[in-house]
């Protein structure tokens, strides 16, 4: 036990050390004409290089020992988990862009639903009628976009007939009575669940 810790301590000192100067001194440098050209940035540069250089199996080695002992965490206090991820709904109501926007500053995404059970749990956490997910209707395409943070969702828990409302209604939201979604104005006021992974904990 340890040893182990003491290598993940060692790869993070690395790494801090490697990031430290390669953010201060950015320029490379060139061994054959150190002597001639000593600077303070091109000394500290060079032996950071040939450190990592001759060190790099025990890096390597302490890396791969890290990255076999982490695993999940636990979610932020009054986050809900499931899964991989955990949950917070907004602090109030608000408009589509206002609610995606508070996602964003808890360092999370607006919550569209892969699945009916991801819907459930959704609705479970709220109490109101409609709650907004983020679809959202792209002029480029003509067509409303569902996305999971960066990814473009495959599941459709579209109610019949909609979206409908094209340019005019382009905000996604679940309605409670049916689980199913429905378009919208964007400057209507509702809730939305913030969706984030579950941290990594590292296990020493």
């Known amino acids: 036990m340890a040893n182990h810790a003491q290598s993940c301590a060692y790869l993070v000192q690395v790494?801090?050390?490697?990031?430290?100067?390669g953010i201060i001194y950015q320029t490379p440098v060139d061994y054959m004409e150190w002597s001639k050209n000593y600077t303070m940035a091109s000394q500290h540069f060079?032996?950071?290089k040939m450190f990592l250089l001759y060190l790099m199996p025990a890096f390597a080695q302490a890396s791969q020992s890290c990255v076999s002992s982490t695993g999940a965490g636990k979610?932020?206090?009054t986050w809900r988990q499931r899964g991989d991820n955990c949950?917070?709904?907004t602090s109030t109501d608000k408009s589509w862009s206002e609610a995606k926007e508070e996602c964003k500053q808890m360092s999370s995404v607006m919550s569209t639903p892969n699945s009916m059970n991801e819907t459930l749990f959704l609705l479970?956490?709220?109490s109101t009628d409609r709650l907004w997910i983020d679809?959202?209707?792209n002029d480029n395409q003509q067509e409303m976009e569902?996305?999971?943070g960066m990814r473009v969702i495959q599941y459709n828990g579209w109610e019949p007939g909609e979206?409908?409302?094209?340019?005019?209604?382009p905000c996604g939201e679940i309605v409670r009575g049916s689980g199913k979604w429905n378009d919208n104005r964007c400057d209507l006021s509702y809730l939305a669940i913030c969706k984030r992974p579950v941290p990594a904990m590292l296990h020493l």
Not at 15 to 21: A, D, G, L
């Open 135 to 137: 679809c959202y209707y």
């Open 75 to 77: 979610c932020p206090n």
């Open 124 to 126: 479970g956490m709220v």
């Open 146 to 148: 569902c996305k999971d």
């Open 46 to 48: 060079l032996m950071t």
């Open 87 to 89: 949950y917070e709904v």
């Open 15 to 21: 790494c801090v050390v490697t990031t430290w100067y």
């Open 163 to 169: 979206p409908n409302g094209h340019s005019t209604e």
